[in-house]
């Protein structure tokens, strides 16, 4: 049966977004008897104390009892929750943040540091793939760091056993603008051309591939500028496609809500919840939080291809045929669709850096330009050649 979310034609488009009806998500509450395990409901978020509920996490069944009630959150309640005292120690955040900060330091003093993909560069410090370049300066933090009980189960609770998890930290300081209501990835890295493509159900699926969450390395009032959430905004099923209207937004800036967090503290959200970082309107806090992006094992192809290699025969013989017009472009893009790598992701945010804010340029994408541009063939094997350097770890 269709909903009233449900587009008669198998795709969202954003003109055809329907404001009262997301409205009319947003209205709703949260209810305390719908998360028995929290402590608090703060702006319709509940609150989970991990002082409390960590005994819970090595017994299977209460284990299993309180994932099964984050998910529900995260898919169809307020869409966000808090660990308070995830971290019962703070010691390792301290630790990882002495290391974090001498890793921005030398990556200043190399390349310029890594830009924020949301914000003007030298606003904000980035490093990206925080997971690998915290793990490579210093094993031992890194052990403590990510030996969470809490962190693995909320992940574990949205996606499953086997997650994958990648991590970029960001340091807004004092003067750092916010910025503007979006969605993340899958979808919410792409284009709105791209994310359009997509069929229905597919945007159904990229929320439950991903679980957004964050670390505080400090202590965050509301005037150091907590990431702001727009509770239940991930129930509306086209938002990927409605998320950069002006008028969404404006709902977004009327409507959304900011908690404050401990040192030690976790927040996690769908990656379908309306959000954005906050303006740090602080004196003196140098706002430091881990972004954790953690993926599905899903999200991964069964068999390992070259696809690279399968690139550099085929182009000549593609070219010919766009030249010779033996093949129509439509077919041609069947077959650079069956042969070369349609997707951004995962890659090496230092050397490849998201592009108009969104993703890096996908293979397919290079082909088709290549074509386009009547590129010779060892030309396009040499920028072929490129771009697999520009991913390398």
């Known amino acids: 049966m269709l909903d009233d979310q449900t587009p008669k034609t198998g795709y969202f488009d954003a003109e055809a ?9 947003l209205a709703q509450t949260t209810a305390t008897d719908s998360v028995p395990h929290a402590t608090d409901v703060q702006e319709n978020v509940p609150i989970y104390d991990m002082g409390a509920l960590r005994d819970h996490l090595s017994d299977l069944s ?39 900060d001498a890793i921005i330091a030398a990556e200043k003093s190399g390349d310029g540091g890594g830009a924020d993909h949301f914000a003007a560069s030298g606003a904000n410090d980035r490093i990206w793939n925080s997971l690998q370049k915290l793990c490579e300066y210093d094993p031992e933090t890194f052990l403590h760091y990510f030996a969470n009980t809490s962190i693995d189960a909320v992940c574990e609770a949205w996606l499953g056993p086997n997650y994958q998890m990648t991590a970029q930290i960001n340091l807004v300081h004092p003067g750092g603008a916010a910025q503007q209501a979006h969605r993340d990835y899958h979808l919410g890295f792409q284009t709105a051309e791209v994310s359009g493509a997509y069929p229905a159900h597919v945007h159904d699926l990229s929320p439950v591939m991903t679980l957004q969450g964050g670390i ?29 209207r002006a008028d969404f937004r404006a709902v977004f800036e ?29 004196a003196d806090i140098h706002r430091m939080v881990n972004l954790l992006q953690v993926s599905s094992a899903f999200g991964r192809a069964m068999e390992v291809v070259d696809r690279t290699g399968m690139c550099k025969l085929l182009y000549p013989h593609a070219l010919a045929a766009l030249r010779s017009g033996t093949l129509a472009r439509a077919e041609l893009d069947a077959a650079i669709s069956a042969t070369a790598e349609g997707y951004s992701f995962p890659t090496n945010l230092d050397r490849d850096p998201p592009t108009n804010g969104l993703a890096p340029q996908t293979q397919q994408a290079a082909f088709r330009s290549a074509l386009n541009e009547g590129l010779e063939a060892d030309a396009f094997a040499a920028r072929l050649d490129e771009m697999d350097a520009r991913r390398r770890p």
């Not at 702001?228 to 099923?237: A, I, N, T």
């Open 17 to 25: 977004c329907d404001l009262s009806e997301f409205e009319a998500l």
């Open 62 to 100: 209460a284990r299993r009892t309180l994932m099964a009630e984050w998910a529900q959150v995260l898919r169809y309640g307020a869409g966000a929750l808090v660990l308070k005292t995830a971290y019962s120690d703070t010691s390792p955040i301290d630790a990882a943040t002495v290391a974090y």
């Open 216 to 244: 505080a390395h400090c202590d965050i009032p509301i005037e150091s500028g907590p990431t702001k959430l727009l509770p239940f905004s991930q129930l509306y099923r086209p938002g990927y496609a409605a998320w950069r």
């Open 254 to 282: 009327e409507r959304c809500i900011q908690l404050p967090l401990s040192k030690g503290d976790a927040v996690f959200f769908s990656p379908a919840l309306f959000h954005a970082a906050g303006s740090n309107s602080s």
